[in-house]
């Protein structure tokens, strides 16, 4: 079964440091990618989308993410965090042929972000 | 952002009790879904609909059902809560076509509390 992994729960960086969130997938071919943004009692905002073409895309608020096809890879960067970027991020991949539109998504990643 | 309301914000229900659930949008999109957001799991999908009356179900569907009648309106029912159905509920919307239909937008979500 297609599955999303998102290994780490929990990440604290300083403020002013650069941020790595990783997420990898399991699926045959390549799917659509996606990170999205959830701060506190908030809905999910998206950051960012791969569908084809150059493997590295960049979002909204200065992320960026890369695609490696050979480790089945999508992982969110950013290099110099903020205050304002602690929240949780979810990646999300999209499975041609499945239920149209069925997005998979991690179990998440929660940022905290150090003075 | 996405023109997407959802109805009520917050809502505390009785067990056995049946339960509505509403979303919004002004976006005239074709795709809608409902999701269910639970700690350790992440997003999962209850029922999407890709079109007025046109309804299928997703990967957490029992327990739910769904009605769109009009394509700005998407409505989910829990025909008898159970405690089991505590959760953040949200919608989301899409355009379709073949990438189209991935790229889902959010809804603020409601937080349901079945005692």
């Known amino acids: 079964a297609q599955s999303v992994t998102q290994p780490d729960i929990h990440i604290t960086v300083s403020e002013g440091a650069s941020l790595e969130l990783r997420c990898n997938y399991s699926y045959g071919a390549t799917p659509y990618l996606f990170w999205y943004v959830q701060s506190p009692g908030q809905g999910l905002q998206l950051l960012l989308k791969y569908f084809s073409g150059d493997t590295l895309v960049q979002g909204i608020k200065g992320f960026e993410a890369e695609f490696k096809r050979s480790q089945s890879s999508f992982n969110l960067r950013k290099p110099s965090v903020h205050w304002s970027d602690a929240a949780e991020y979810f990646c999300?991949?999209?499975?041609?042929?499945?239920?149209?539109?069925?997005?998979?998504f991690g179990k998440g990643t929660k940022l905290s972000v150090k003075p | 952002d996405a023109g997407i309301t959802q109805s009520p914000r917050h809502k505390v229900t009785e067990t056995g009790t049946p339960v509505t659930l509403r979303c919004h949008q002004t976006?005239?999109?074709?795709?809608m879904y409902w999701y269910r957001q639970d700690p350790g799991h992440g997003l999962r999908l209850i029922h999407y609909?890709?079109?007025?009356?046109?309804?299928d179900k997703g990967e957490v569907s029992d327990g739910y059902s769904v009605s769109r009648s009009k394509t700005e309106d998407f409505l989910l029912t829990l025909e008898s809560a159970t405690s089991s159905q505590t959760s953040v509920y949200f919608c989301?919307?899409?355009?379709?076509?073949?990438?189209?239909?991935?790229?889902?937008?959010f809804g603020p979500g409601t937080r349901l509390t079945v005692t």
């Open positions: 999300a991949v999209g499975i041609y042929g499945g239920s149209q539109g069925n997005l998979i």
């Open positions: 609909s890709y079109g007025v009356k046109d309804t």
């Open positions: 989301a919307i899409s355009e379709g076509g073949l990438a189209g239909a991935y790229e889902q937008y």
């Open positions: 976006e005239n999109h074709r795709y």
